[in-house]
C-alpha cells in the first residue's frame, strides 16, 4: 500500500498550505507523490487554471532548491510544470516540509511557454538581505529550471 504523506508549504515562517499526499517513489535525494488540487476552487493564472480534478504530481528533493509540479486534468491530460523555488524538502515523521522562496516558473505542455514568476514578490521579501546565500541559492534555481525548461528534452529530464 502506497504511504500517506502530508505535504506542508510554508513561506515567510508561516504555514501557506498543508494537504495529502500518496507517496509515489522516494529514490532517496527526490520524493515524488501524487495530489488533487488542494485549494479551494479555481486559481486563474491568465495563462493557466488549477481547478478542482487536477491531478498534481510533485517532486521534491532533498538536495535541490526547487520542487517540480507536474499538473493534469482529472483525465489525464497534461497542462505543464509548475516549478517552486524552495529551500531544500525535509521529509519526516509522515510530512514533507518545503519552504517556499518566492521565485516560480511555468511550462506548458508543449514546452512553448516558459513563464519566470513572481521575481517582484521574491525582491520585496527581503531575502536578499537577510539570508544572502538562500537567496543567492534561489536565483541559481530558478536559472537552472529555466535553462532546463528551454533545452531538449525539457523537463521532463529532471523527472527521469
Request: glycine share 8%; proline share 4%; charged share 30%.
Amino acid at each position: 500500500m502506497a504511504e500517506q504523506l502530508t505535504v506542508v508549504l510554508t513561506k515567510a515562517g508561516r504555514t501557506k498550505i498543508r494537504y495529502p499526499a500518496t507517496q509515489v517513489a522516494d529514490d532517496g535525494d527526490r520524493i515524488s507523490v501524487r495530489a488533487p488540487w488542494a485549494a479551494e476552487g479555481v486559481r486563474d493564472f491568465g495563462f493557466v487554471r488549477f481547478e478542482p480534478g487536477d491531478v498534481f504530481t510533485e517532486h521534491f528533493w532533498r538536495t535541490r532548491w526547487y520542487a517540480v509540479k507536474e499538473v493534469r486534468t482529472g483525465d489525464g491530460v497534461l497542462k505543464g510544470w509548475y516549478c517552486d523555488v524552495t529551500r531544500p524538502a525535509l521529509v519526516r515523521s509522515g510530512e514533507i516540509l518545503v519552504e517556499d522562496l518566492d521565485l516560480d516558473l511555468w511550462v506548458s505542455a508543449d514546452g512553448t511557454s516558459v513563464l519566470r514568476l513572481d521575481e517582484d514578490e521574491f525582491a520585496e521579501s527581503g531575502l536578499a538581505t537577510s539570508d544572502p546565500e538562500a537567496a543567492a541559492q534561489a536565483v541559481r534555481a530558478l536559472d537552472a529550471l529555466d535553462d532546463q525548461a528551454h533545452s531538449e528534452p525539457g523537463l521532463a529530464a529532471l523527472l527521469r
